[in-house]
């Protein structure tokens, strides 16, 4: 039903990719969109220091709206994650994923990626591509409010899903609360129950 509309907006995904490295090299099977900054001097990298503070207990609060977000992406004996699992933006605010182990991307789920749809119908999908080195990061703006749900390409099957929320939609309307659909892996459909119910909580604070 979505499908002429997703090709008509298809033509802009690519115009808000900005992704940082650590060093001169660049991460494996990314898409041609992806811009190297390597040569760039402001890397951003994460704080080592709070790294063993990775409770996940997937009940945090969420906070927001706020203008920009960071959450981490890393495998640890918990298996893998996105930390925090929700983030909460303002209309036009951006999140910042980082990479702080493993092999990991953030993906919407769209069916551009063969994916349920899970984020607004007029929204653009993103995906990272392949993230495999420790401190690249993946940025995104986001510019229609709603409810976004993305995964990791190798990790969902292990629950590797995350929430953004983005200004203050309508809760009743989201492709992203709605139930988990039969095809998305069992760990992902349970961690996603309790995904909306958070999400919805906070949009019902908000209204
Ligand atoms: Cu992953």
Not at 14 to 27: E, I, M, P
Not at 81 to 95: K, M, R, Y
Request: net charge negative; with cysteine; proline share 6%.
């Amino acid at each position: 039903m979505y499908t002429l509309d997703k090709q008509r907006r298809r033509t802009s995904v690519s115009r808000r990719y900005f992704l940082t490295a650590g060093s001169a090299a660049l991460v494996a099977g990314s898409a041609g969109c992806l811009e190297s900054v390597a040569d760039r001097p402001d890397v951003e990298s994460q704080d080592d220091s709070a790294d063993d503070d990775h409770t996940h207990t997937h009940d945090e609060d969420v906070k927001g709206p706020v203008s920009h977000a960071d959450v981490a992406m890393l495998t640890d004996e918990d298996g893998h994650h996105f930390d925090p699992h929700i983030v909460w933006v303002e209309t036009g605010g951006t999140v910042t994923w980082t990479n702080e182990n493993g092999s990991h991307t953030t993906t919407a789920y769209d069916p551009e990626f063969d994916q349920p749809l899970r984020i607004p119908e007029t929204a653009d999908p993103w995906d990272s591509g392949m993230i495999s080195e420790d401190g690249v990061t993946f940025k995104w703006e986001f510019e229609v409010d709603g409810v976004y749900d993305y995964y990791c390409i190798p990790h969902d099957y292990r629950a590797m899903i995350g929430t953004v929320i983005v200004g203050d939609p309508d809760p009743h309307n989201q492709p992203g609360l709605a139930e988990p659909q039969d095809e998305l892996p069992e760990e992902a459909r349970d961690l996603f129950e309790r995904l909306n119910e958070q999400a919805n909580e906070a949009l019902d604070h908000d209204h």
